[in-house]
T-cell receptor, first 114, second 115 residues
Framework: AQSVTQLDSQVPVFEEAPVELRCNYSSSVSVYLFWYVQYPNQGLQLLLKYLSGSTLVKGINGFEAEFNKSQTSFHLRKPSVHISDTAEYFCAVSDESGQGNLIFGKGTKLSVKP | EAQVTQNPRYLITVTGKKLTVTCSQNMNHEYMSWYRQDPGLGLRQIYYSMNVEVTDKGDVPEGYKVSRKEKRNFPLILESPSPNQTSLYFC??????????????FGPGTRLTVL
C-alpha cells in the first residue's frame, strides 16, 4: 500500500533562514507528487506539484521541491523564509487506483520566528 | 471566482441528530472528495466521486453517506453523529479528466463538534 511520511511534525526556524521540509513516499507505480499549504483557519492550497519532466519543481511563494526517485523523496525547500510562511504543510502522493485520489502525509507545522 | 464552498462553517450538535454538510463547486469539476482532518493524523479521505451518480468509499467511510445527484454538489451526511466524528471536514474538487490526478481545490472547512 502506498504511504507518505513527513519526517518532522514541527519545524521552528528564524525569519530569513533556509528551511527544508522532508517527505518520503512509498509506491510501486509511477507517482504524482504534491505539496499543499494550510494557513491558520483556512483550507489547503497547492504549493507545487510534480507530474513528470524536470525533477526540480518550482512553486508559489518561492518554494521549490526536488523529486528523487531513487530515494523516494520529495523534499520542500525555501532559501529564506518569512513570518507569513508560518503554516502547516502537507505532502501528498497519487494513489494507485488511477482515479485521482491523493494520499496525504500527517503534515509539518512550520513556525517562523522573528 | 472559482471556488469550493461549504456550509455550515461551524456546527455544534448532539449525538444522534442527523446533519448534512453541503459542498458546492463552480468549476465544472468531475471529481469531488470529502476529507476529515484530525490533529496528528493529517487528512483522511471519507468518500469521493468521479462523476454524477458515481461515488466510492475512501479510507474512513464508516458513519458517513454522500450523494452526487448534480455535478456541482456533493453533500456529506451524518445520519447518527457520534462524538468520534468531531473533526474538521474539507471538501475538494478537481477536473479529474482521464483519471490522472490534478490539482485539488479545497473548501474553507467545516468544524463539527458532536456532544
Amino acid at each position: 500500500a502506498q504511504s507518505v511520511t513527513q519526517l518532522d511534525s514541527q519545524v521552528p526556524v528564524f525569519e530569513e533562514a533556509p528551511v527544508e521540509l522532508r517527505c518520503n513516499y512509498s509506491s510501486s507505480v509511477s507517482v504524482y507528487l504534491f505539496w499543499y499549504v494550510q494557513y491558520p483557519n483556512q483550507g489547503l492550497q497547492l504549493l507545487l506539484k510534480y507530474l513528470s519532466g524536470s525533477t526540480l519543481v518550482k512553486g508559489i511563494n518561492g518554494f521549490e521541491a526536488e523529486f528523487n526517485k531513487s530515494q523516494t523523496s520529495f523534499h520542500l525547500r525555501k532559501p529564506s523564509v518569512h513570518i507569513s510562511d508560518t503554516a502547516e504543510y502537507f505532502c501528498a502522493v497519487s494513489d494507485e487506483s488511477g482515479q485521482g485520489n491523493l494520499i496525504f502525509g500527517k503534515g509539518t507545522k512550520l513556525s517562523v520566528k522573528p | 471566482e472559482a471556488q469550493v464552498t461549504q456550509n455550515p462553517r461551524y456546527l455544534i450538535t448532539v449525538t444522534g441528530k442527523k446533519l448534512t454538510v453541503t459542498c458546492s463547486q463552480n468549476m465544472n469539476h468531475e471529481y469531488m472528495s470529502w476529507y476529515r482532518q484530525d490533529p496528528g493524523l493529517g487528512l483522511r479521505q471519507i468518500y469521493y466521486s468521479m462523476n454524477v451518480e458515481v461515488t466510492d468509499k475512501g479510507d474512513v467511510p464508516e458513519g458517513y453517506k454522500v450523494s452526487r445527484k448534480e455535478k456541482r454538489n456533493f453533500p456529506l451526511i451524518l445520519e447518527s453523529p457520534s462524538p468520534n466524528q468531531t473533526s474538521l471536514y474539507f471538501c475538494a474538487s478537481s477536473s479529474g479528466t482521464s483519471g490522472a490526478p490534478d490539482t485539488q481545490y479545497f473548501g474553507p472547512g467545516t468544524r463539527l463538534t458532536v456532544l
